[in-house]
């Protein structure tokens, strides 16, 4: 058991590392193509939209989530998209 613990712990933290190196490799490129004003202007912005993504994304899973704990019937069980209107995401199949 704690084997897995420290092997998932070291996974997330290998993950954490990447992603600290990822972030910096683009705004390296955005700080010189942009200047200060546009590197100070992203940094402000950033956070905002971050969170609007968030919150607009948990809406998708919980409305299908909901409509499934419902138990709403599909008449036609091949297609989705006729069963979930509302969601954009339906019509992936």
């Known amino acids: ?3 897995k613990w420290m092997k998932g712990a070291a ?4 993950a954490g ?3 600290k190196i990822l ?4 705004r390296i490129p ?3 193509l942009g200047g200060d004003v546009g ?3 992203y940094q402000q912005i950033y956070p905002i939209i971050g969170i609007g993504i968030v919150l607009a994304l948990q809406g998708v899973p919980a409305a299908v989530s909901r409509v499934v704990a419902e ?3 599909c008449p036609f069980p091949r297609s989705t998209s006729r069963c979930l209107p509302g969601c954009p ?3 992936l199949q």
């Open 1 to 3: 058991m704690s084997t």
């Open 11 to 14: 996974w997330l933290f290998v």
């Open 17 to 19: 590392i990447i992603g």
């Open 23 to 26: 972030s910096a490799g683009y």
């Open 30 to 32: 955005l700080q010189n």
């Open 39 to 41: 590197f100070y202007v």
């Open 71 to 73: 138990g709403a019937r």
């Open 89 to 91: 995401l339906s019509s």
